[in-house]
Nanobody, 121 residues
Framework: HVRLVESGGGLVQAGGSLRLSCAVS????????MAWYRQAPGNQRDPVAT???????NYADVVKDRFTISRDVAADTVYLQMNSLKPEDTAVYYC???????????????WGQGTQVTVSS
C-alpha cells in the first residue's frame, strides 16, 4: 500500500520560513497530482497548493507569492516551501497524492498524517 510520511512542521515566528516534505512509499505505478491542504481548529480542510504531472501549480490566494510547491520525481517526494509566514498560517498541514497503484488499476488518493505548523506573532 502507498503511505505518505510528512515532516518539517514546527514553531516559527511571524516572517519566518518552513519547508514541509511528504515522501511517498509503496512504489506506486504512477503518481499524478500532488497537493498540500491545511486545517485550522474549527475550520474545514482547505487546499493550499497543487502540482499536476504537467507541472501546473495552483495556490490558494492567501498563500500566493509566499508558498511554493515542488516535487522530486526521483524521490517521490513533494515539498511545500513556506516563506513570510503569518499567524493565520497556523494549522495542521496534510499532503495529498493521487496515484495509480498498478498498471490498469484505478486512480486512488492518499493522505499524510498531518504536521503541525504554528506561527507566533
Amino acid at each position: 500500500h502507498v503511505r505518505l510520511v510528512e515532516s518539517g512542521g514546527g514553531l516559527v515566528q511571524a516572517g519566518g520560513s518552513l519547508r514541509l516534505s511528504c515522501a511517498v512509499s509503496g512504489s506506486p505505478f504512477s503518481i499524478n497530482t500532488m497537493a498540500w491542504y491545511r486545517q485550522a481548529p474549527g475550520n474545514q480542510r482547505d487546499p493550499v497548493a497543487t502540482l499536476t504531472t504537467d507541472g501546473v501549480r495552483n495556490y490558494a490566494d492567501v498563500v500566493k507569492d509566499r508558498f511554493t510547491i515542488s516535487r522530486d520525481v526521483a524521490a517521490d517526494t513533494v515539498y511545500l516551501q513556506m516563506n513570510s509566514l503569518k499567524p493565520e498560517d497556523t494549522a495542521v498541514y496534510y499532503c495529498n497524492v493521487q496515484y495509480i497503484l498498478a498498471r490498469g488499476s484505478l486512480l486512488r488518493t492518499s493522505w499524510g498524517q498531518g504536521t503541525q505548523v504554528t506561527v507566533s506573532s
